[in-house]
């Protein structure tokens, strides 16, 4: 058995379908000879693709799977499956997309499919991809491309949605499951409550790390935010976990997804097991300081008349539908707004935007983009600059995480987040009130807005409508 690893202490850290009974009538034979319709039991409905199994001239071409094999072989990039998603596609114009640690690997990927896959043309998008937020469906087919492939991320906008035909690879990481088990063994006495979550490279490693532990661990639980995968977590989305938990151990090469999870969950004890490293270590989050950083910066912006609105264009980091929502609620508020597109939200910028504020300019900005920029990086900018649920907090939509008495959320992506969330699997919104509020936060909005009204309603200001 592979040595454990002892934990060690990181300092703490922050901004770093069915049958019908017609359907299922059959015929059957009756003691006079004849034949009676009667209703056949139903057989289980089996949940697989029917005709999407990849064909034996792909799967055992001697030529392609050498080709593979230069490939890191624990990193699996689906190519066999790729090249008959292209082939059914009859695509000509392949676009790939990576994040930056698969860069490496574009030129060798886009060699096989020209190779085996009928190919006329790769086209390799170099621009930054932080996530599957990030996909670029609209440049490839803006390229002439006529196919997309997207590495490393999940399905977050459905490719019903996309474009072009798109194809999410996770790029599943093999890893030294056992060094991973016996770690968790050597450092958390049997019966300890845990909880598994990590990146989606390794969700397979904790479905399996989960079947070799459950024995000793019988409360163990791979959380899930949908539409995400059991265990996955994003930057900005991450599982709400009820109950009582001991610990969570984390599987991933860095803080930032990690911090997700904190931040949604502040009072779990996490760990992070790096993959690569083999090391274990104890994570802190500076909670108090970042919330405080935040409801500072949602209470300078309550007062200003003065708005910018950000709409990323880093891929479908933008949605229209958020920015088409503070539209209407700054309208409403009487404040006057400007909007201006960005591929890359920086301090410098949005100052260099913003023009000077005894002169009419931004008094307040609302990013559109990555709710972590707000969060990580927001002390760095000289307006406050929200995330969309930042800002239906200040415009008075729903309450404060103070306010309410919950967590700060971290569910923009999720099926049942709140209304400011860019979700493309949209469910029934959570709670009681309105705009998607957690229980008794719709209590807490309808407080402060009949105390706003008591002291004789909400501040003046300018005209609605955009401004400039």
Known sequence: MPAATPATQSEPARFFGALSEAAAAVEAPTSDGNSAVVLAKRPAVVRRVIGQQVPDDILHDKALNDAIAILPANYNFEIHKTLWRIRQAGARHVALQFPEGLLMYACIIADILESFGGVEETFVMGDVTFGACCIDDFSAAALGADFLVHYGHSCLVPVDVTSLPCQYVFVDIKMDLAHFVATVRHNFAAGTRLLLAGTIQFASSLQAAKRELAAEYPSILIPQARPLSPGEVLGCTAPVVEGEWDALVFLSDGRFHLEAIMMANPRLVAYRYDPYGRVLT???????????????????????????????????????????????????????????????????????????????????????????????????????????????????????????????????????????????????????????????????????????????????????????
């Not at 300081?289 to 609105?309: N, P």
């Open 282 to 468: 104890r994570e802190e989050y500076d909670h108090e300081g970042m919330r405080a950083a935040r409801r500072s910066a949602i209470e300078k912006a309550r007062g200003a008349q003065r708005w910018g609105l950000v709409l990323g264009t880093l891929g479908r980091q933008g949605n229209p539908r958020i920015l088409h929502s503070l539209h209407t609620l700054l309208a409403a508020s009487g404040r006057s707004f400007v909007t201006v597109l960005l591929s890359e939200v920086s301090p410098a910028k949005l100052a260099a935007l913003a023009g000077e504020r005894d002169a009419g300019g931004v008094e307040a900005w609302v990013q559109v983009a990555c709710p972590r920029l707000s969060i990580d990086w927001g002390e760095e900018f000289l307006a406050p600059t929200l995330n969309p649920y930042e800002a239906f907090v200040a415009l008075g939509e729903v309450p404060g995480w103070w306010e309410a008495g919950t967590d700060y959320p971290m569910d923009y992506y999720a099926s049942d987040g709140g209304a400011w969330n860019s979700t493309y699997h949209r469910r029934k919104p959570r709670g009681e009130g309105q705009g998607g509020l957690p229980p008794g936060a719709a209590a807490a909005l309808a407080a402060r807005k009949a105390a706003a009204g008591a002291g004789g309603g909400g501040s003046g200001g300018s005209s609605a409508g955009p401004a400039g």
